[in-house]
C-alpha cells in the first residue's frame, strides 16, 4: 500500500526534506521567525513596500469602501472599479497598450502560457525558467526545449531545427529568480524576430527593481523601444510588496486571453484590498525612486564585501545573490548557523535549483540598513569559515 511516509523519509535522507517556517510578525528587515527575531536575508520584499504604511492605509480604506471579498470572479460580477484603476495604471507605468491582472504570477505564467500555445506548436524555455514557466509549458501541450542556461547559440541552433510547427514561443525571466541574473533580452528579442517567434518575459523580480523608474529588464537594458514585440509578464508579490501578477501587450492579446485564459475566467478575482494595495504601491514606486536608490546602494555594499570574502557567488546582476554551498545537508546546516546567530536565509535545494548547484538564497532590501548588511557579512563569514566553504 502506498504510503506518504516512505516519499518523505526519502527526501529527508537526501536532505531535501522541506518544512515550514513560521513567521510572527510583519515581513519587514527584522521579523520574528520561529519565536526568534532575526534579520530577513530571504524576502521578495525589495523595497520593504509590503508594511509601508501608506500602503496598508490604502488597503484599510478600500476595505471599508468595497468590503473584503469581490464576490465572483472577473467576467461574471467581479469586475470592480479597483481591478481596471489598477490594470490603467499598470498600462502607463509600463507604457504598453493594455494589460491584465492575474491572481498571483504562478496563475498568470501557466493562464498565459496554456492559453497561447497548443499541441502543434514548440516552446523554447531557459533551462533556469521559474517553475510556473515549466507548468505553463506542460499544460500547453506544446512540445518544448530548453535550452542551457542564457545560451544563445545553443538556442540558435534550436530555431534553426524547428520548422513544422504551427507557432514558435521564446520564453523567459528576465532576472533569474534563484541566480538573480539577467536575460540577454536584446538577443533573444532579435530571435524572436528573425525566426517569428511570439517572445514573452517574466518580470517576477525586475519590476520596481530594473530601470530608473523600476518599469522592468527592458527599461535597465536600453530595449523599451522594442516593447511592442514583448510579452511582459510580471508580478505584484515582490518588489511591490502585495499580491497578484499582471500581464501587458497589445490591446488584441489581452482580450485574446480575457476569452480564453483558463487560469484568468476560472476564479474568483482578487480582493478589493489588495487592488487597492498594488495600485498605493505602484504610485510609490514612481513617484520615489529612494526606495531602489537605497535597494541598489545595499547591493553595490554587499556584493563588495561578499566578493572579498571569496564565496561563490555566481554572476548575479541583482538584489538576489546565489552563495553556493553545492550540498543539500551543508546547505540547510550554513542556514540553521546563521539562523542561531540572528541571520535568516533560506537554503535553496534541489529541485528548485541543478544538483550540486544548492545554496543560500540571500535578498537584499532597500529598509536594510549598512550596519544590518555588516551584521549578516560577519555572521555569514565566521559560519562559513566553520564550515570550510572559504
Ligand atoms: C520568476 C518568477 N515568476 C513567477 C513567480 C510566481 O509569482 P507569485 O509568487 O506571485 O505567484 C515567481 C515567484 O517566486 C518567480 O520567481
Redesign the pocket.
Known amino acids: 500500500m502506498f504510503t506518504f511516509k516512505e516519499d518523505l523519509n526519502l527526501l529527508k535522507e537526501k536532505g531535501l526534506r522541506r518544512c515550514l517556517r513560521l513567521l510572527e510578525s510583519e515581513s519587514s528587515a527584522w521579523f520574528i521567525v520561529d519565536g526568534k527575531r532575526v534579520l530577513n536575508l530571504c524576502s521578495?520584499n525589495y523595497l520593504g513596500l509590503a508594511n509601508d504604511e501608506r500602503i496598508k492605509g490604502a488597503a484599510i480604506n478600500a476595505i471599508r469602501d468595497y468590503g473584503f471579498g469581490s464576490g465572483a470572479s472577473r467576467l461574471v460580477c467581479g469586475n470592480m472599479k479597483l481591478h481596471k484603476e489598477l490594470e490603467d495604471k499598470l498600462t502607463k507605468f509600463k507604457k504598453s497598450e493594455a494589460c491584465l491582472v492575474f491572481n498571483?504570477?504562478?496563475?498568470?505564467?501557466i493562464g498565459i502560457i496554456s492559453a497561447l500555445a497548443k499541441k502543434g506548436d514548440i516552446i523554447f524555455c531557459d533551462r533556469y525558467?521559474?517553475a510556473?514557466?515549466i507548468d505553463g509549458i506542460i499544460l500547453s501541450r506544446a512540445e518544448f526545449r530548453r535550452y542551457p542556461h542564457k545560451d544563445t547559440v545553443a538556442l540558435e541552433y534550436l530555431l534553426k531545427k524547428s520548422s513544422g510547427f504551427r507557432r514558435r514561443f521564446i520564453v523567459t525571466?528576465s532576472?533569474?529568480?534563484m541566480d538573480g541574473d539577467i536575460a540577454p533580452l536584446g538577443k533573444l528579442i532579435e530571435f524572436a524576430k528573425r525566426y517569428d517567434c511570439l517572445f514573452i518575459i517574466?518580470e517576477?523580480?525586475a519590476t520596481g527593481v530594473l530601470g530608473e523608474s523600476g518599469r522592468g529588464a527592458l527599461e535597465y537594458l536600453g530595449l523599451e523601444d522594442k516593447k511592442d514585440s514583448v510579452i511582459q509578464m510580471g508580478?505584484?508579490?515582490?518588489a511591490l510588496g502585495g499580491?497578484?501578477?499582471y500581464v501587458c501587450g497589445s490591446r488584441d492579446l489581452i482580450d485574446y486571453l480575457i476569452n480564453y485564459s483558463r487560469a484568468f475566467i476560472y476564479t474568483t478575482s482578487l480582493p478589493p484590498t489588495v487592488a487597492a494595495a498594488n495600485i498605493k504601491a505602484l504610485e510609490i514606486i514612481q513617484e520615489d525612486s529612494s526606495l531602489r536608490e537605497k535597494l541598489w546602494d545595499n547591493v553595490k555594499f554587499f556584493k563588495d564585501n561578499l566578493h572579498s570574502l571569496g564565496f561563490d557567488t555566481l554572476d548575479f546582476q541583482t538584489p538576489i545573490i546565489p552563495l553556493i554551498t553545492k550540498e543539500p545537508k551543508l546547505t540547510m546546516d550554513f542556514s540553521k548557523r546563521l539562523f542561531d546567530a540572528g541571520v535568516f536565509v533560506q537554503g535553496i535545494r534541489p529541485p528548485t535549483v541543478p544538483k550540486g548547484k544548492a545554496r543560500l538564497r540571500i535578498t537584499l532590501m532597500a529598509t536594510h540598513t549598512t550596519k544590518d548588511l555588516q551584521f549578516a557579512l560577519d555572521k555569514i563569514e565566521k559560519i562559513g569559515k566553520d564550515l570550510c566553504l572559504i
Open positions: 521578495n498571483s504570477g504562478y496563475t498568470a505564467n525558467n521559474h510556473s514557466i525571466d532576472v533569474f529568480s517574466d517576477a523580480h508580478t505584484l508579490s515582490k499580491f497578484g501578477a
